[in-house]
Every structure is written in C-alpha cells, then in structure tokens.
C-alpha cells in the first residue's frame, strides 16, 4: 500500500533506495558493553538478534553507523564459513591467504603450515580446490587458520555446529588451552549448555538490543523467559487474527 500522500512516481524510485516501506533497519541499538583481556563472553539471542552483526563489529568486517567499536589485539574471526578464502585455489594456497589475512607473515605461515595441516586433518586435501570442500571441511581448515595465527581475541560465530562432533569436540579442547593461555574469546551459539559452562559472562541480546548480561547461568534462564513470553505473545497474535 502506498504511504498518504505518495504519488507512484515517488514511491517506486524511494523503493528501489530501499525507503519505500519503512524506516532504515538498524541491526543494533544503542549497545555498549566491554570484553577484559583473557576474558571468555558468550553472546545469546534469538535469530535475528543481532549477534553477529557484533561480532562482525568487532573484527572490523562491518563499520558501525554510529558510536565506536575499540579493539585492542589481534582478532582471528571465524564468523562465516569460508570467509577468507578463495574458492578457486587449493587449501594449501588458502591457508597461506586466509593467514595473512589474519596477519600472520610467510615465514611464519611456514613454520606453523604443518601444525595447522595437522589439526585440520586436511593432509591429502591440501591440493584441492576448496570449491570442492564440504561444510565441515572448510570449517576444519577456517579454525585451524584462525587458531595457529596467534591471535589475542578469539571470534567464534556458531561455526563448531558444522561438521561432526568428535571434532566439534577437539575445537573446544583448543579453545580451552587458549583460555588458559590468556586469550580473548567472544563466542556466538545456539548451545547454551556450552554457554554456560564455558564461558565467564555473558550477555543477552534481543532486537538488537543488548537485554541484559551477567552470569551465563542467570542469562541463560533469562534467554528462555524472553522465548517463552515472545512465542506466548506470537500465538496470542495469530489466535486473534483467526478470530477476527
């Protein structure tokens, strides 16, 4: 429907910039939290809550519209599977590409290649395309990368839900040595069993907004209220749409 007062002359071209139906959508709003150095945060909130969008911030893929986001350290970001490769080069290219990325130097690449090779469990794929890599392959060379680069802050974004458990299982026993170590680690999952038992704070976002934070345990229950009383309000809607 047309806004009052909208000829279709205006309103096409304004539609075709994006504004012809509503206001601009902000992902996030008016978030402002901090992350101490060898602190591990995790981020809960229903799809579309803008969890990623954070970590996103965080590592510099995404500029902010407004306020600022302050990062001190190297970040290793594993935020979408294949992000920071090429799909056209073999794996052995690709961990030389996505490492630099990452900040790492060639000599430095050499001297952790065969480590990273070895965590992956990617020996007779190195001279393959990635293209013709499955999920859970590009998620086993994207952590390797990430986790042999060094980093002071770890990013992980939902990806250890790619591939099979047992090396699900093996990520997480790295990221526990890297927490002892005193890195950095901000992690986004739907597994808020790990949540709460891995990390020492988290925070709950909704609508783009940042709830609440606290203990994992305390903002875990807090996440489910939240889901309980949004899908109590979502049927309340639908049941009195039937009846109208």
Aim: overall charge negative; glycine content about 10%.
């Amino acid at each position: 429907m047309l806004e009052e007062g909208r000829s279709l002359r205006e309103f096409i071209p304004a539609l075709l910039k994006g504004n012809g139906w509503s206001d601009p959508f902000h992902a996030l709003r008016d978030v402002n939290f901090s992350v101490g150095r060898g602190e591990t945060v995790g981020i809960v909130g229903r799809n579309g809550s803008g969890k990623s969008t954070c970590l996103k911030l965080i590592a510099g893929v995404m500029a902010p519209s407004a306020g600022e986001v302050h990062v001190h350290g190297r970040v290793s970001p594993l935020i979408e599977l294949g992000a920071g490769f090429h799909p056209d080069l073999t794996g052995r290219e690709n961990v030389y590409l996505n490492a630099s990325i990452l900040g790492m130097s060639n000599r430095a690449i050499r001297a952790r290649f065969d480590e990273i090779v070895e965590f992956a469990e990617l020996h007779e794929f190195m001279g393959t395309p990635v293209k013709r890599y499955s999920s859970g392959m590009y998620m086993r060379l994207g952590f390797s990368v990430a986790v042999h680069s060094d980093p002071d802050i770890l990013l992980v974004d939902e990806v250890l839900a790619v591939g099979d458990a047992v090396f699900a299982e093996k990520c997480m026993v790295k990221i526990r040595e890297m927490h002892r170590q005193g890195v950095t680690i901000v992690i986004v999952s739907h597994n808020l069993d790990m949540i709460r038992e891995f990390c020492q704070r988290a925070l709950l976002l909704s609508g783009g907004h940042l709830i609440e934070e606290g203990r994992p345990a305390e903002i875990v229950e807090r996440y489910w209220q939240l889901a309980r009383a949004e899908e109590a309000t979502a049927e309340a809607a639908v049941t009195n749409v039937l009846v109208q």
